[in-house]
């Protein structure tokens, strides 16, 4: 079965961290630029970051560039968002995309609660 499963969120204090793992399973992600989107309640879905396959470079969105690092582990199907000095403003629903030609995949997504 192909599908992308997203682990690690959770209720952490402000200025903590969370780190999140997106996993593959009946593809390689190798191939594909993963994506992380958030959407939080009564808000659009925004991108966060982005990781290319060719030579994993990455962009983020200025609201976490400085605060967020995703890194690939082909060794294990996996694409990781390391999010450090988390705001409340961070709060939303966190999904994985992979994309490669025609192909393209969405995880179910993981809730992100930042609260004290």
């Known amino acids: 079965q192909v599908q992308l499963v997203e682990s690690g969120g959770g209720l952490v204090q402000p200025g903590g961290s969370l780190r999140l793992s997106c996993a593959a399973s009946?593809?390689?992600?190798?191939?594909?630029?993963i994506g992380w989107f958030r959407q939080a309640p009564g808000k659009e879905r925004e991108g966060v970051s982005c990781?290319?396959?060719?030579?994993?470079?990455?962009y983020y969105a200025d609201s976490v560039k400085g605060r967020f690092t995703a890194s690939r582990d082909n060794g294990k199907n996996t694409v990781n968002l390391q999010m450090n000095s988390l705001k409340p403003e961070d709060t939303a629903v966190y999904s994985c995309?992979?994309?490669?030609?025609?192909?393209?995949?969405w995880g179910q997504g993981t809730q992100v609660t930042v609260s004290s």
């Open positions: 990781i290319s396959s060719s030579d994993g470079s990455t």
């Open positions: 009946g593809f390689t992600l190798d191939y594909y630029a």
């Open positions: 995309y992979a994309s490669y030609v025609s192909s393209s995949y």
